[in-house]
Protein backbone atom coordinates (compact mmCIF):
# COMPACT_ATOMS: atom_id res chain seq x y z
CA UNK A 1 0.00 0.00 0.00
CA UNK A 2 0.53 3.61 -0.48
CA UNK A 3 2.09 5.54 2.63
CA UNK A 4 4.98 7.93 4.09
CA UNK A 5 7.58 6.88 6.14
CA UNK A 6 7.67 3.80 8.79
CA UNK A 7 8.77 5.47 12.02
CA UNK A 8 6.71 7.71 14.63
CA UNK A 9 8.97 10.63 15.91
CA UNK A 10 7.69 12.28 18.89
CA UNK A 11 7.65 15.71 20.43
CA UNK A 12 7.36 16.63 24.06
CA UNK A 13 6.33 20.11 24.87
CA UNK A 14 5.51 21.51 28.44
CA UNK A 15 1.90 22.73 28.76
CA UNK A 16 0.92 26.24 27.88
CA UNK A 17 4.33 26.05 25.49
CA UNK A 18 3.59 26.20 21.65
CA UNK A 19 4.02 23.06 19.86
CA UNK A 20 5.47 22.37 16.07
CA UNK A 21 4.81 19.84 14.26
CA UNK A 22 6.12 19.09 10.79
CA UNK A 23 5.61 16.88 7.48
CA UNK A 24 6.91 16.56 4.36
CA UNK A 25 4.87 15.57 1.63
CA UNK A 26 5.08 13.75 -1.58
CA UNK A 27 3.00 14.39 -4.54
CA UNK A 28 3.19 18.32 -5.94
CA UNK A 29 0.07 17.95 -7.60
CA UNK A 30 -1.93 17.53 -4.26
CA UNK A 31 -4.89 19.42 -4.27
CA UNK A 32 -5.66 19.78 -0.28
CA UNK A 33 -3.66 19.26 2.48
CA UNK A 34 -4.87 18.75 6.07
CA UNK A 35 -4.05 17.72 10.12
CA UNK A 36 -5.80 15.03 11.60
CA UNK A 37 -5.52 14.13 15.45
CA UNK A 38 -5.90 10.66 16.74
CA UNK A 39 -6.27 9.87 20.41
CA UNK A 40 -6.03 6.27 21.53
CA UNK A 41 -8.73 3.81 20.38
CA UNK A 42 -10.42 6.78 18.58
CA UNK A 43 -10.43 7.13 14.69
CA UNK A 44 -8.40 10.11 13.45
CA UNK A 45 -10.75 13.93 14.10
CA UNK A 46 -9.86 16.48 11.37
CA UNK A 47 -8.08 19.82 13.12
CA UNK A 48 -7.69 21.99 10.39
CA UNK A 49 -7.44 22.11 6.37
CA UNK A 50 -5.09 23.91 3.45
CA UNK A 51 -5.88 24.26 -0.57
CA UNK A 52 -2.88 24.14 -2.47
CA UNK A 53 -3.28 27.86 -3.58
CA UNK A 54 -2.87 29.17 0.28
CA UNK A 55 0.45 29.51 2.44
CA UNK A 56 -1.08 30.03 5.80
CA UNK A 57 -4.08 29.18 7.52
CA UNK A 58 -5.72 29.56 11.01
CA UNK A 59 -7.75 28.54 13.02
CA UNK A 60 -8.38 28.08 16.78
CA UNK A 61 -5.17 27.90 18.28
CA UNK A 62 -3.65 25.74 15.60
CA UNK A 63 -1.89 27.51 12.27
CA UNK A 64 -1.30 25.36 9.46
CA UNK A 65 1.93 26.62 7.14
CA UNK A 66 2.53 24.88 3.53
CA UNK A 67 5.54 25.52 1.96
CA UNK A 68 5.28 24.50 -1.71
CA UNK A 69 8.72 25.05 -3.01
CA UNK A 70 10.29 22.08 -0.50
CA UNK A 71 6.72 20.42 -0.49
CA UNK A 72 6.80 20.80 3.87
CA UNK A 73 4.01 20.97 6.00
CA UNK A 74 3.41 22.43 9.83
CA UNK A 75 0.89 22.58 12.57
CA UNK A 76 1.41 24.73 15.22
CA UNK A 77 -0.62 24.42 18.15
CA UNK A 78 -0.57 27.33 20.89
CA UNK A 79 -0.54 27.01 24.31
CA UNK A 80 -0.56 23.33 24.08
CA UNK A 81 -2.83 21.58 26.54
CA UNK A 82 -2.53 17.96 27.92
CA UNK A 83 -5.43 17.13 25.91
CA UNK A 84 -3.80 17.81 23.00
CA UNK A 85 -1.63 15.08 23.89
CA UNK A 86 -1.91 12.48 20.93
CA UNK A 87 -0.88 11.53 17.46
CA UNK A 88 -0.83 13.73 14.76
CA UNK A 89 -1.36 12.87 10.86
CA UNK A 90 -0.62 15.36 8.10
CA UNK A 91 -2.26 14.26 5.20
CA UNK A 92 -2.42 15.38 1.23
CA UNK A 93 -5.15 14.90 -0.69
CA UNK A 94 -5.86 14.52 -4.69
CA UNK A 95 -9.08 15.29 -6.00
CA UNK A 96 -8.52 13.74 -9.65
CA UNK A 97 -9.89 11.30 -10.66
CA UNK A 98 -12.25 10.42 -7.50
CA UNK A 99 -11.25 10.93 -4.28
CA UNK A 100 -7.94 10.05 -2.58
CA UNK A 101 -5.95 11.05 0.48
CA UNK A 102 -2.20 9.69 1.40
CA UNK A 103 -1.61 10.16 5.42
CA UNK A 104 2.15 10.91 6.68
CA UNK A 105 3.41 8.49 9.34
CA UNK A 106 2.41 10.61 12.20
CA UNK A 107 4.25 12.58 14.53
CA UNK A 108 3.20 11.36 18.86
CA UNK A 109 2.90 14.66 21.38
CA UNK A 110 3.48 14.67 24.72
CA UNK A 111 2.26 17.07 26.51
CA UNK A 112 4.07 17.21 30.24
CA UNK A 113 1.89 18.99 32.88
CA UNK B 1 -26.06 14.14 14.01
CA UNK B 2 -24.80 10.72 14.53
CA UNK B 3 -21.50 10.08 13.48
CA UNK B 4 -20.06 7.55 11.21
CA UNK B 5 -20.36 4.26 12.48
CA UNK B 6 -18.58 0.59 12.26
CA UNK B 7 -19.61 -2.43 13.30
CA UNK B 8 -18.21 -4.99 14.33
CA UNK B 9 -15.64 -2.99 16.57
CA UNK B 10 -13.41 -5.96 17.23
CA UNK B 11 -12.95 -8.98 14.96
CA UNK B 12 -10.97 -12.38 15.42
CA UNK B 13 -10.40 -14.73 12.61
CA UNK B 14 -8.16 -17.59 11.59
CA UNK B 15 -5.28 -17.37 8.20
CA UNK B 16 -7.33 -18.20 5.41
CA UNK B 17 -10.79 -16.82 6.44
CA UNK B 18 -12.43 -14.52 4.47
CA UNK B 19 -14.10 -10.94 6.84
CA UNK B 20 -16.86 -8.39 5.80
CA UNK B 21 -16.47 -5.01 7.72
CA UNK B 22 -19.51 -2.83 7.34
CA UNK B 23 -19.55 1.37 7.97
CA UNK B 24 -22.70 3.55 7.98
CA UNK B 25 -21.49 6.67 6.92
CA UNK B 26 -23.18 10.01 7.93
CA UNK B 27 -26.05 10.95 6.85
CA UNK B 28 -26.46 12.96 3.49
CA UNK B 29 -22.66 11.69 2.82
CA UNK B 30 -22.29 9.69 -0.43
CA UNK B 31 -18.40 9.30 -0.59
CA UNK B 32 -16.88 6.57 1.62
CA UNK B 33 -13.31 6.06 2.14
CA UNK B 34 -11.41 2.83 3.45
CA UNK B 35 -8.08 2.73 5.20
CA UNK B 36 -5.85 0.22 6.81
CA UNK B 37 -4.01 1.43 10.23
CA UNK B 38 -0.56 -0.74 11.58
CA UNK B 39 2.03 0.38 13.39
CA UNK B 40 4.41 -0.69 10.65
CA UNK B 41 2.77 0.97 7.84
CA UNK B 42 0.65 3.45 9.18
CA UNK B 43 -2.27 4.95 7.52
CA UNK B 44 -3.14 3.52 4.12
CA UNK B 45 -5.59 4.30 1.46
CA UNK B 46 -7.74 1.07 0.42
CA UNK B 47 -10.49 2.61 -1.67
CA UNK B 48 -13.34 5.03 -2.24
CA UNK B 49 -16.73 4.88 -3.22
CA UNK B 50 -19.01 7.18 -4.42
CA UNK B 51 -22.65 6.54 -5.52
CA UNK B 52 -22.26 2.71 -5.38
CA UNK B 53 -18.91 3.12 -7.56
CA UNK B 54 -15.64 2.73 -6.63
CA UNK B 55 -13.41 5.69 -7.99
CA UNK B 56 -10.03 5.34 -6.46
CA UNK B 57 -8.51 2.14 -4.96
CA UNK B 58 -4.84 2.09 -3.61
CA UNK B 59 -2.00 -0.20 -4.05
CA UNK B 60 -4.03 -3.77 -2.22
CA UNK B 61 -4.03 -7.15 -3.58
CA UNK B 62 -7.78 -8.33 -4.89
CA UNK B 63 -8.30 -9.76 -1.69
CA UNK B 64 -9.19 -6.59 -0.48
CA UNK B 65 -12.43 -5.82 -1.92
CA UNK B 66 -15.62 -3.10 -1.20
CA UNK B 67 -19.05 -2.06 -2.25
CA UNK B 68 -21.33 0.50 -1.52
CA UNK B 69 -25.14 0.38 -1.40
CA UNK B 70 -27.88 2.99 -2.65
CA UNK B 71 -28.09 4.18 0.91
CA UNK B 72 -24.12 4.83 0.59
CA UNK B 73 -23.49 2.20 3.36
CA UNK B 74 -20.35 0.66 2.61
CA UNK B 75 -18.64 -3.06 3.33
CA UNK B 76 -15.40 -3.95 3.05
CA UNK B 77 -14.34 -7.71 2.26
CA UNK B 78 -10.87 -9.42 2.52
CA UNK B 79 -10.68 -13.12 1.42
CA UNK B 80 -8.01 -15.57 2.09
CA UNK B 81 -6.76 -13.82 5.33
CA UNK B 82 -2.93 -13.33 6.08
CA UNK B 83 -1.22 -12.89 9.62
CA UNK B 84 -0.67 -9.79 8.06
CA UNK B 85 -4.50 -8.17 7.90
CA UNK B 86 -4.43 -7.69 11.36
CA UNK B 87 -4.66 -4.16 11.64
CA UNK B 88 -7.07 -1.12 12.47
CA UNK B 89 -9.91 -0.68 9.94
CA UNK B 90 -10.73 3.00 9.26
CA UNK B 91 -13.89 4.18 7.49
CA UNK B 92 -14.14 7.67 6.82
CA UNK B 93 -17.31 9.25 4.62
CA UNK B 94 -17.47 13.18 3.57
CA UNK B 95 -20.06 15.21 1.82
CA UNK B 96 -18.84 15.46 -1.86
CA UNK B 97 -18.60 18.97 -3.18
CA UNK B 98 -19.19 20.51 -0.19
CA UNK B 99 -15.06 20.36 1.01
CA UNK B 100 -13.42 17.74 1.56
CA UNK B 101 -13.24 17.41 5.13
CA UNK B 102 -13.73 13.26 5.77
CA UNK B 103 -15.20 12.18 8.98
CA UNK B 104 -13.45 9.25 10.18
CA UNK B 105 -15.49 6.04 12.65
CA UNK B 106 -14.03 4.41 15.43
CA UNK B 107 -12.72 1.89 13.19
CA UNK B 108 -13.17 -2.19 13.51
CA UNK B 109 -10.27 -3.65 14.83
CA UNK B 110 -9.16 -7.33 13.32
CA UNK B 111 -7.02 -9.95 14.27
CA UNK B 112 -5.82 -12.70 12.37
CA UNK B 113 -4.52 -15.74 14.15
Not at chain 1, 92 to 101: I, Y
Not at chain 2, 37 to 58: I, V
Request: aromatic share 10%.
Amino acid sequence: GESVGLHLPTLSVQEGDNSIINCAYSNSASDYFIWYKQESGKGPQFIIDIRSNMDKRQGQRVTVLLNKTVKHLSLQIAATQPGDSAVYFCAETLLTGGFKTIFGAGTRLFVKA
Amino acid sequence: KAGVTQTPRYLIKTRGQQVTLSCSPISGHRSVSWYQQTPGQGLQFLFEYFSETQRNKGNFPGRFSGRQFSNSRSEMNVSTLELGDSALYLCASRVQGAGETQYFGPGTRLLVL
